[in-house]
């Protein structure tokens, strides 16, 4: 058994991320998608406004998300947002079993989603390095990690499996459950006590800003992962075009070529995770940033000479180091950010994956102008050329896990 399930309220916690993240990741990556072009307007420019009603809210609210987590009771706080988001779903499962469901309701319902999962994403991430001693934190990011990207290969295949024997609105509700059992496990945690932020929002928002500009390290790791949210995962937005355009190939080989991503991805976290006693964590983190760049355009070259399954190898290679590389930030950030301040931290660190939907913006209008390959191999060398010159240039992070100096925890305050 991982070390991180040894301890019996993570092992709890683990269990309803498990259920609450299969539900999220069946409810947006599929559920709602068929919803709009399948059974409303089948217009799919919906699916762009969709997105934008998800993500937009998270990028404007994290950063107050990650303030309120260090305020409040972080408990409370995932109760709060998991148990909203489960009715806002459980009224549009209802609203799609009356046959009165419109598409502005779908697009309110997201909006609603979004803004919602601002505030929970911070707290859990506060929460769960709580639930463990400091030794098997690591081995307790990586189940995290773990837990979003597995759910994202095996929620879409249960939603569209139930949705084909049944009904869309059964999916539905099976996620409402999903987010209603994690409102419940989080009635259940005991969490020791810590330091809460006590001032007005602003002042401990730029607090948090003060913290980082003070540890640079932290401010460079994050800025890598947003980096590598804008210009190497945009690629996810593609994959349909090159399917379609590039590969000439139909929607079962699209779907084995993001398994292939996503196998990568889990890999990836495993290899990881196991490397919590090698000393060299930088050049790991700064390695599977720089390989999953050259991957990326590796994988534009061979998909444009229409290679397809040199394609799923090289997508499967570059979804492995970018975990690899992910999961180095995170555990960096989890480990050496005290608890006052990592909800707000945290915040910060979660906006990389609404960086994805707007690197996705950048990556089509590349694409559109120029092809799609050309898009992702620019998006692959800027993700390598920042690897290369954080590595150059940034002792600290080429020396994260090399000496006490870089494993002890920040000061909380200057």
Known sequence: ??????????????????????????????????????????????????????????????????????????????????SSTGMVVLAVGLLVALDKIHQWHVLVAAFIIGSVQAFDNPTRQSIFPRLVSRDALYNAVALNSSVWTGTR????LAAGIIIGRTDTYVAIFVTAAGFFTMALVARSLRLSTVRRAHGGVLREMAAGFGFLRRHSLFLTLIGMAFFNGMFGMSYIFLMPVFADDVLDVGPEKLGLLMGAAGTGALLGIVLAANAR???????????????????????????????????????????????????????????????????????FYTITWSMIPLGGLQASQIAHHISPPIAVAIGGLAVAALAMLVGVTNRRVRDIGLHTGTTDRAPTRP
């Not at 916690?13 to 947006?28: D, E, F, H, K």
């Not at 409303?40 to 987590?69: K, W």
Request: hydrophobic share 50%; with cysteine.
């Open 1 to 82: 058994m991982p070390e991180a399930l040894t301890y019996p309220q993570f092992r709890n916690y683990w269990a309803g991320l498990l259920v609450a993240v299969t539900g999220y990741q069946m409810l947006v990556l599929f559920s709602l998608g068929w919803l709009i072009t399948q059974e409303l307007s089948g217009d799919t420019r919906s699916l762009g406004y969709m997105s934008t009603a998800v993500a937009g809210p998270a990028i404007l609210l994290t950063l107050f998300g990650g303030v309120f987590a260090d305020k409040l009771n972080p408990k409370h706080l995932l109760f709060a947002t998991q």
């Open 153 to 156: 290969i095996f929620g879409p």
């Open 277 to 347: 006693r090698f000393p060299h964590k930088g050049w790991l983190l700064l390695g599977g940033a720089a390989a999953h760049g050259a991957c990326l355009v590796l994988f534009a070259l061979v998909s444009d000479a229409g290679h397809y399954r040199l394609s799923m190898v090289t997508l499967f290679a570059a979804d492995l180091f970018v975990s690899v590389h992910l999961m180095m930030v995170m555990t960096t950030l989890q480990t050496l950010v005290p608890d006052d301040f990592r909800g707000r931290v945290m915040g």
